[in-house]
């Protein structure tokens, strides 16, 4: 009896040998993940992943680039985007008032690295939007991309008419009976011209927000050329790893 209540100790005293030198390990390996080449376990482990509220938004504008914008951050493996292009939850009251929640169900599943980028562009031009963003997160990093507010105009209308499968013979003359008043000035009540004149709208966001939660994008360059230098420089401002888009 004595000598089997012996070997229950030796085996439990093994255990628990066992037990410390594999917690030692496992410990010195968190504490040091530049120890190994290899990603900690739990990133690449879709069992840890959740659904991430967005941490950065771009707010616009209509007709700048947006959606070629987010295509390329997306490049990028520490960024995730909804599968849905523009949620407008903060511009729609249909969807606010569905609360958080509803947001949140909008959102992809993300590795715990990864931060979440949401674009609807209507929300620089919604007054609602810019107390509800700040409501939601006033820390909230915004990416703004304007263009020659001209050429914007131009492609937006453009953009409306074949959308709705109307004419576009005589497209200059549509396009001046839209922006231009009976005396041929400007017509400011246009959503067009409204859109792009960008002071009107920035003026609320910065009242709002403080101008180092904003990066602002040159549409016209990033469209004419390498994407790539304005894209390390988002990369900068959202703290990502800047390697990872030089490839491109």
């Not at 004149?197 to 609320?204: D, P």
Request: glycine content about 2%; hydrophobic content about 40%.
């Amino acid at each position: 009896l004595k000598m089997e209540l012996s070997r229950k100790i030796i085996l439990v005293f093994f255990i628990l040998l066992s037990f410390y030198v594999f917690s030692r390990k496992l410990s010195r390996t968190n504490s040091n993940p530049k120890a190994t080449n290899e990603e900690p376990l739990f990133i690449n482990n879709p069992a840890y992943w959740e659904k991430k509220l967005p941490a950065v938004l771009i707010i616009g504008a209509k007709k700048c680039g947006t959606g070629a914008l987010i295509k390329f951050l997306t490049l990028h493996p520490d960024i995730a985007r909804p599968s849905t292009p523009e949620v407008h939850f903060f511009d729609k009251d249909r969807h606010y008032y569905l609360g958080v929640p509803w947001y949140l169900d909008q959102m992809p599943l993300v590795s715990p690295r990864q931060i979440v980028v949401e674009k609807s562009p209507k929300y620089f031009v919604s007054p609602p939007a810019v107390a509800r963003i700040h409501s939601f997160n006033s820390s909230i990093k915004l990416i703004l991309m304007v263009r020659d507010p001209v050429n914007r105009t131009i492609s937006d209308f453009y953009h409306d008419l074949v959308r709705n499968n109307r004419s576009i013979t005589n497209f200059s003359l549509q396009l001046q009976q839209e922006v231009l008043d009976s005396d041929s000035n400007v017509n400011t009540n246009s959503s067009y011209i409204s859109v792009s004149s960008y002071v009107l709208h920035l003026r609320r966001w910065l009242r709002t927000f403080q101008k180092l939660q904003f990066h602002f994008v040159d549409g016209d360059s990033f469209a004419k050329t390498n994407p790539s230098k304005e894209l390390r420089k988002i990369e900068q401002f959202l703290g990502l790893r800047q390697d990872e888009l030089k490839k491109l």
